[in-house]
């Protein structure tokens, strides 16, 4: 059974990956208001892929007796001056993300919850990949600067990507689709 500290901290992080499923969401209305579909799409099948993290962890939550908490989901912002604007907002923000994770390992290192622990390795080592992503991004729209033919290029090769649900033999988890 989960202690009651470590219960609370998994919370919150529900309502963190919740709270980062409703920014990617703003940011893929932000994109598809301003025409780049594709980045509109990337940015959905991120705020998929968050919705399915704030679902796996509850679901954790609930297998090993914490008490889930319904805490509000905080307004996210809508506007950005640029794309470039709008992905160095995702990198802050997966970086603040990563540190909430890495806080969660330290304190089942401490409480001696290796369960949680390894539970939640997975979300520290998915983190890698998800700043490096967007670092990547961001990258490939400071080589762009004002050339919108290369910015429509990149549109298109964001607008590639699907969402793979990553959890996909957890049945408990409804499918976000
Ligand atoms: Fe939940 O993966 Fe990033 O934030």
């Known amino acids: 059974m989960i202690r009651p500290n470590l219960s609370e901290a998994v919370s919150k992080q529900v309502n963190a990956e919740l709270y980062s499923a409703y920014l990617y969401l703003s940011m893929s209305a932000w994109a598809d208001r301003k025409g780049l579909k594709g980045m509109s799409s990337w940015l959905y099948v991120q705020y998929q892929e968050e919705s399915t993290h704030g679902l796996h ?8 007796g914490g008490t889930p908490e319904y805490w509000p989901i905080e307004k996210p912002e809508s506007e950005w001056e640029s794309p470039l ?14 540190a909430l994770l890495n806080d969660i390992a330290s304190l089942s290192m401490q409480e001696k919850d290796h369960a949680t622990y390894q539970f939640v390795m997975w979300y520290v080592n998915e983190q890698v990949e998800e700043e490096s992503n967007a670092e990547t ?23 590639a990507r699907v969402f793979v649900n990553p959890f996909p ?6 499918t976000v689709a």
Do not use: C, K, W
């Not at 962890?57 to 090993?64: A, G, H, I, M, S």
């Not at 033999?169 to 409804?174: E, K």
């Open 137 to 159: 991004i961001i990258q490939r729209l400071q080589l762009i600067g004002s050339n919108s033919g290369q910015l429509l290029t990149l549109d298109a090769e964001l607008g």
């Open 57 to 64: 962890l509850y679901r954790f939550l609930l297998d090993r």
């Open 169 to 174: 033999m957890t049945g408990a988890i409804p």
């Open 85 to 98: 604007a709008l992905y160095e907002h995702v990198a802050r923000h997966e970086a603040h993300v990563t």
